[in-house]
């Protein structure tokens, strides 16, 4: 079983600043990428930023120069954090884990997804 768990959201003013986190935990082999999507009311889903096991990164253009991705792969979590919030950035945030598990003699990759964390950007 693999569970991935998001925690950080809240209430922030424009301008502000939050730091969302993502665990993922249980029988993991390997996590080939990890990211963070976010869907806003009446909005499809976006994928806000993602990261791979290199390390490399990758961004919405819409948070370019604003948030930042980080993991630390040692205990499969990944941060986002998230400065000079806009109201536009009102959105649940969902954290997305691409693992590798291995049962009955062979390797398996799937999608797993948190919960996901509220972020209200309001004054």
């Known amino acids: 079983q693999v569970q991935v768990v998001e925690s950080g959201g809240g209430l922030v003013q424009p301008g502000g600043s939050l730091r969302l986190s993502c665990a993922a935990s249980g029988s993991i082999f390997s996590i080939n990428a990890m990211g963070w999507y976010r869907q806003a009311p009446g909005k499809q889903r976006e994928l806000v930023a993602s990261?791979?096991?290199?390390?490399?990164?990758n961004y919405a253009d819409s948070v370019k120069g604003r948030f930042t991705i980080s993991r630390d792969g040692a205990e499969n979590l990944v941060y986002l954090q998230m400065n000079s919030l806009k109201p536009e950035d009102t959105a649940v945030y969902s954290c997305?884990?691409?693992?590798?598990?291995?049962?009955?003699?062979?390797?398996?990759?799937?999608?797993?997804w948190g919960q996901g964390t509220q972020v209200t950007v309001s004054s």
């Open positions: 990261i791979l096991s290199s390390g490399s990164t």
């Open positions: 997305n884990a691409r693992i590798m598990t291995y049962g009955n003699g062979r390797y398996f990759t799937s999608n797993y």
